[in-house]
C-alpha cells in the first residue's frame, strides 16, 4: 500500500468522474421531498451502503471495526467498502461512477469539495442539520463551518488536524540545537534553521523548503491579512507572491534548505520521502494526523509544533470529509452513519487519531485520555494548543483549486531549478491560476 500523499492531482480523473455521474439517476433527489415516515418506509429491510476511503491499513482496520460496531447496533445495515490509497483514488470513483456505483458514503478533501458541491454530486445535509437529525453541536463552529459551500451543509469532518512543523528531536539534541517553537516567525524559523545546518557541518539542512507548499503559503498570507482565495479569485497580489519566493531564495543562499533534486521528490507529498524521515532535513512540513505515520518511518524521535508564523493564522480545520452521494437510495441511513462516525464515544476510541483528533470536543476528550502512544499524544497536545490560538475558517477552496496547487509547485520548481527567475515564475503562476479559478 502506498503511502498517503498530501497532493492529489485530479486532473482527468476529476473530468471523468464528472461527466459519468451526468447520466445517473439522482433518487435522493426524488426522496428529498418525503414526509419523515414515508422516507423510513423506504428504507424498511435489509440495507446496504457502500462506503469508499482512502489511507493505508492502520485506517481501514480501524474504519472497518468502526463499522461493524454500527452493524452490530443496527443489524439491518450492513457495508460494502473498498479504500486505497490517495494515489489514484479520485480516478477509482470516476470508474466506480462510469458502472453507476458511486458509493453512498465516501471520503474527500477541500481539494474538491466545492467543486463537487456545485455539480449537485454530494448529498445536501442542510436539512438534516438545520432538524438536529444531524448532530453537529458538539462540534467547534469554525470545524462546522469548514464542511459548508455556499451556506449548504454537504460534508461532515471525519477529523480535524493543523499544519504542523515536525522536527527531528534526537537530531537536534546530537547537535545542541534548541527545538523550534509554536509562534516563531518565517524570519525566526529561517534564522534557526540556518544555525542547523551550520551545526551540522552542512551534512543536514535546517529545513525543507516550503516555496511550493500551499499551506505554507496560505498561512503566510494570512499571518499579513490577506487569504489564498477572495470567492473565486486569488486573495492576493502578484507582490505578495513574490515576496514570498523571495524569502525562500534568500532561505536558499543561506544554505536553511537542501538540493533542489531532494526537494522535488519530497513535493510529491509522499510520507516516506519526507526528509525529515529520510534524514536529509531537521524539519519538514506536514499536517499533524500524519506524525504518527512518519514517527513509524524513523528511529529517531520526532516532535511537532505549529507552522511558523502567528498561530492566529491557522483555523480548525478538516483533514477530511465524509461526504454522502446525492443519489444514495438511503440518505436517512447515510446521516445516522455520520452521526454515529461523529459522535459515537466507542466508535471514537476506535478510529483513534489517524485521521487525526476526533471532530467532536466531547469524543475527543474521551479519546485523548485513552491515547498511549508518544506520537499520538503529540497530535493530541498540539491540538488542544491551537485550538486556544486559532482564528477564524476561510470558505473551503474554490474548483480549481488542485490546478493551483499544481501549478504552485511548478512555479517554486522553476525557479529553484532556475529555469525561470521569481518574477517571470510569479507572473506565470498569477496567469494560470486565474485561467484555472476561471474555467
Known amino acids: 500500500m502506498r503511502a498517503e500523499r498530501s497532493v492529489p492531482r485530479p486532473g482527468l480523473d476529476r473530468r471523468r468522474f464528472l461527466g459519468a455521474l451526468t447520466g445517473l439517476p439522482l433518487l435522493a433527489a426524488g426522496l428529498a421531498g418525503c414526509a419523515p415516515e414515508e422516507e423510513a418506509a423506504a428504507e424498511d429491510g435489509p440495507i446496504e451502503l457502500s462506503v469508499f476511503w482512502w489511507g493505508g491499513s492502520r485506517r481501514a482496520q480501524a474504519t472497518e471495526q468502526a463499522l461493524r460496531l454500527y452493524t452490530q447496533q ?65 462540534l467547534p463552529e469554525q470545524l462546522a463551518r469548514y464542511g459548508r459551500v455556499d451556506e449548504r451543509t454537504v460534508a461532515v469532518p471525519a477529523a480535524q488536524t493543523n499544519a504542523a512543523l515536525v522536527y527531528n528531536r534526537d ?14 516567525s518565517w524570519k525566526e524559523y529561517a534564522r534557526w534553521a540556518a544555525r542547523v545546518t551550520r551545526s551540522s557541518g552542512n551534512r543536514v539542512a535546517g529545513s525543507m523548503d516550503a516555496s511550493g507548499d500551499y499551506r505554507a503559503l496560505w498561512l503566510w498570507l494570512r499571518g499579513q491579512g490577506s487569504e489564498l482565495y477572495q470567492g473565486r479569485q486569488l486573495g492576493f497580489s502578484s507582490a505578495e507572491l513574490l515576496s514570498w519566493f523571495e524569502f ?35 524539519a519538514s512540513f506536514a499536517w499533524s494526523h500524519q506524525l504518527p505515520e512518519l514517527q513509524r518511518l524513523t528511529e529517531d524521535e520526532l516532535g511537532a509544533v505549529a507552522f511558523p508564523g502567528t498561530p492566529a493564522a491557522q483555523w480548525p480545520r478538516a483533514s477530511m470529509y465524509w461526504a454522502g452521494f446525492r443519489g444514495t437510495r438511503h440518505p436517512g441511513v447515510v446521516v445516522d452513519v455520520l452521526n454515529f462516525l ?21 469524543v475527543r476528550t474521551y479519546v485523548a485520555a485513552g491515547v498511549t502512544d508518544r506520537a499520538e499524544k503529540r497530535v493530541t497536545s498540539l491540538g488542544v494548543e491551537l485550538d486556544e490560538l486559532a482564528g477564524p475558517a476561510p470558505a473551503p477552496p474554490p474548483k480549481g483549486h488542485a490546478k493551483v496547487r499544481t501549478l504552485l509547485i511548478e512555479a517554486a520548481e522553476s525557479i529553484r531549478g532556475k529555469r525561470a527567475g521569481a518574477r517571470s515564475a510569479t507572473s506565470r503562476f498569477m496567469a494560470r491560476a486565474n485561467a484555472a479559478l476561471a474555467e
Open 171 to 184: 537530531l537536534l539534541r546530537s547537535l545542541d540545537q534548541p527545538e523550534p517553537r509554536t509562534g516563531m
Open 342 to 362: 461523529t459522535s459515537n464515544v466507542a466508535a471514537g476510541r476506535i478510529l483513534g487519531v489517524e485521521r487525526g483528533v476526533n471532530p467532536s470536543t466531547q
Open 74 to 138: 443496527n443489524p439491518r445495515v450492513s457495508f460494502r467498502i473498498t479504500w486505497q490509497g490517495l494515489a489514484g483514488y479520485y480516478d477509482r470513483l470516476a470508474t466506480q461512477g462510469t458502472g453507476g456505483n458511486v458509493p453512498d458514503l465516501f471520503q474527500i478533501d477541500d481539494t474538491l469539495l466545492t467543486e463537487y458541491t456545485r455539480r449537485d454530486i454530494l448529498l445536501d445535509l442542510t436539512a438534516y442539520a438545520d432538524d438536529g437529525r444531524l448532530d453537529l453541536r458538539d
Open 248 to 282: 525562500w531564495e534568500v532561505a536558499r543562499f543561506d544554505r536553511v534548505t537542501p538540493s533542489a533534486a531532494l526537494v522535488e521528490q519530497a513535493d510529491t507529498g509522499e510520507l516516506n520521502r519526507q526528509l525529515v524521515v529520510t534524514g536529509h532535513t531537521a
